[in-house]
């Protein structure tokens, strides 16, 4: 007959690590500031949240650059109101800390290697029709990566009358897809209409600009947050005269922190400093700023593809007209 319960005494290797200090924590970047609040935990499930225009897509996307070029991570992207071409062209400039439309217009070797490095990282789920969540779970599932990104999650087709119920089991089945592929799955998300709604109060230092969003403001409610292992918000004061480059990052839960992490205290946001497009700085520190000298070999983390030119074309064979995502 078939055991459905699990005892303790089965969880007596993990309890023992805990009982001798041998738990292993998440990946950081290499900056305090950051890896006190956020460490990289494979087979997690991650909501995102926050205004449009703040720069949610940036900050993941800078952030899975950060974990390709400094832990050897592969990720694959769904990111519905964003093209191929602009999400390269972002990766690009955070993988250089270069402008690839202003530092290489003459370089076509630089461009060329640089954009194989990335095609070995990077794959992309193309934007040209539209998704259930179970079909990009589908999709994801055919090969296997370290970071899959869902952007946005209101973007996904719906399959039943019941949109409450359905996002739970969504949320529900995109933990297990974690926990079983060892993925660590982000999922962005828009919030209610409300929250757009909501300033800072009169005599505070920052009156009259839109306030951080709560993990409620979620549209759809606080269920993504019951859901969901760690759960982040990103923000930035786009018309402020000082503060208009300085993206927040509230760290507003963290499920398991024996493995690393917390949370932000609620004035205290993790700061990046975004610098010419192309870098964030957190404390004056670029996690990646030892990336850009290094020899081309020594970022070979992993073998390479055969798919450098199928990237080519799919990031860059777009109409002339398109303009850049500036």
Same mark, same amino acid.
């Given at each position: 007959?078939?055991?459905?319960?699990?005892?303790?005494?089965?969880?007596?290797?993990?309890?023992?690590?805990? =009982? !001798?200090? +041998?738990?292993? &924590?998440?990946?950081?970047? %290499?900056?305090?500031?950051?890896? $006190?609040? @956020?460490?990289?935990?494979?087979?997690?499930?991650?909501?995102?949240?926050?205004?449009?225009?703040?720069?949610?897509?940036?900050?993941?996307?800078?952030?899975?650059?950060?974990?390709?070029?400094?832990?050897?991570?592969?990720?694959?992207?769904?990111?519905?109101?964003?093209?191929?071409?602009?999400?390269?062209?972002?990766?690009?400039?955070?993988?250089?800390?270069? =402008? !690839?439309? +202003?530092?290489? &217009?003459?370089?076509?070797? %630089?461009?060329?290697?640089?954009? $194989?490095? @990335?095609?070995?990282?990077?794959?992309?789920?193309?934007?040209?029709?539209?998704?259930?969540?179970?079909?990009?779970?589908?999709?994801?599932?055919?090969?296997?990566?370290?970071?899959?990104?869902?952007?946005?999650?209101?973007?996904?087709?719906?399959?039943?009358?019941?949109?409450?119920?359905?996002?739970?089991?969504?949320?529900?089945?995109?933990?297990?897809?974690?926990?079983?592929?060892?993925?660590?799955?982000?999922?962005?998300?828009?919030?209610?209409?409300?929250?757009?709604?909501?300033?800072?109060?009169?005599?505070?230092?920052?009156?009259?600009?839109?306030?951080?969003?709560?993990?409620?403001?979620?549209?759809?409610?606080?269920?993504?947050?019951?859901?969901?292992?760690?759960?982040?918000?990103?923000?930035?004061?786009?018309?402020?005269?000082?503060?208009?480059?300085?993206?927040?990052?509230?760290?507003?839960?963290?499920?398991?922190?024996?493995?690393?992490?917390?949370?932000?205290?609620?004035?205290?946001?993790?700061?990046?400093?975004?610098?010419?497009?192309?870098?964030?700085?957190?404390?004056?520190?670029?996690?990646?700023?030892?990336?850009?000298?290094?020899?081309?070999?020594?970022?070979?983390?992993?073998?390479?593809?055969?798919?450098?030119?199928?990237?080519?074309?799919?990031?860059?064979?777009?109409?002339?007209?398109?303009?850049?995502?500036?």
């Amino acid at each position: 007959m078939e055991n459905y319960y699990s005892k303790p005494f089965h969880e007596l290797q993990g309890l023992d690590e805990i =009982r !001798l200090g +041998k738990v292993d &924590t998440g990946l950081g970047i %290499g900056v305090e500031a950051f890896d $006190n609040h @956020i460490k990289w935990k494979q087979g997690q499930f991650n909501m995102v949240n926050g205004h449009d225009n703040v720069g949610k897509t940036d900050v993941l996307l800078w952030y899975f650059v950060c974990m390709s070029k400094l832990h050897g991570k592969k990720h694959l992207i769904y990111s519905s109101e964003n093209t191929v071409r602009s999400q390269v062209f972002k990766i690009f400039n955070f993988w250089t800390g270069r =402008r !690839l439309d +202003k530092d290489y &217009t003459i370089d076509d070797k %630089g461009f060329q290697h640089t954009l $194989n490095e @990335i095609s070995d990282y990077f794959e992309f789920i193309p934007n040209n029709k539209r998704y259930t969540a179970y079909d990009i779970l589908d999709l994801a599932s055919k090969k296997h990566h370290d970071g899959l990104l869902v952007d946005p999650f209101n973007s996904l087709m719906t399959e039943t009358n019941n949109k409450h119920q359905e996002d739970y089991d969504i949320c529900a089945n995109l933990r297990i897809f974690a926990s079983e592929q060892h993925t660590n799955v982000f999922v962005n998300a828009h919030l209610v209409t409300q929250a757009a709604r909501n300033r800072y109060p009169k005599d505070h230092i920052y009156e009259g600009n839109l306030a951080s969003p709560e993990k409620a403001d979620t549209e759809g409610g606080q269920k993504f947050a019951n859901r969901a292992d760690d759960f982040w918000t990103i923000h930035r004061m786009t018309q402020h005269s000082e503060r208009w480059n300085i993206g927040e990052l509230h760290v507003r839960k963290v499920k398991e922190t024996i493995t690393g992490g917390c949370v932000t205290p609620r004035d205290k946001p993790i700061e990046l400093r975004w610098v010419n497009h192309c870098a964030y700085f957190i404390n004056n520190e670029n996690p990646l700023q030892k990336t850009y000298d290094k020899e081309a070999e020594q970022l070979d983390l992993i073998p390479k593809t055969k798919e450098h030119e199928s990237m080519s074309k799919m990031s860059y064979g777009v109409h002339e007209e398109d303009d850049l995502p500036f």
